[in-house]
């Protein structure tokens, strides 16, 4: 009988740690709530649901990711290594960026996406010009291009089309080296 308090303080115990997982695991559902919800905060418990914002974040990344890839482009055509690297590698930054928020939206993996995609193939390009500079720039461009608008495709955007420029629109820089 004298084992009754401790079997109770054990019990206590027990008790306590089962509280704090089913906490932890609420406080991660919550997180999780917000970052689908585009990082505002959860809606009061009987506030109405209203419809989410747009993705708020990620579209300046991506106007910035285009505008590199024009850039790219127009170097590349104008056979220059050093300028088109240099854009290739601006491309990956803002890639990392939208990987590293480490964004689910309404279910789908984003940040994930942005990895097995983007930053995938923008390495494999990054590889091809540390070895080979320019030669495989054309087929390197194809599946670029092609990257996009699969991650388009995978993330419900399969609206937003992306395709080679065919002119500059950049009256203020040149791009040969
Ligand atoms: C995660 C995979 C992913 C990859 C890879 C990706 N995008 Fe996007 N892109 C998105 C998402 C998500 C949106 C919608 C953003 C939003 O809802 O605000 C988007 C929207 C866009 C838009 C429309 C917004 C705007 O600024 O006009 C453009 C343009 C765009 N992407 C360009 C590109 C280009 C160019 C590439 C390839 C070099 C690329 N994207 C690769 C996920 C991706």
Do not use: W
């Amino acid at each position: 009988m004298q084992r009754l308090p401790a079997l109770l303080a054990l019990a206590a115990i027990v008790a306590v740690m089962m509280l704090m997982v089913r906490l932890g695991k609420l406080e991660d559902r919550l997180m999780r709530f917000e970052n689908a919800n585009g990082g505002a905060p959860a809606p009061a418990v009987g506030a109405p649901v209203l419809a989410r914002e747009p993705l708020q974040e990620v579209a300046p990344y991506m106007g910035r990711i285009q505008n590199y890839l024009q850039k790219y482009v127009l170097a590349t055509r104008a056979g220059n290594e050093k300028l088109a690297y240099f854009y290739v590698d601006e491309i990956e930054e803002s890639m990392e960026a939208v990987a590293d928020m480490d964004l689910i939206d309404q279910g789908i993996p984003i940040s994930a996406h942005m990895r097995t995609y983007g930053l995938a193939t923008i390495n494999t390009i990054e590889d091809h010009m540390k070895e080979d500079g320019l030669t495989r720039a054309d087929a390197d461009l194809e599946l670029l291009v092609n990257t996009c608008n699969t991650c388009h495709e995978r993330t419900g955007h399969d609206y937003v089309h992306i395709q080679l420029p065919t002119n500059s629109r950049f009256s203020d820089q040149r791009f040969e080296p």
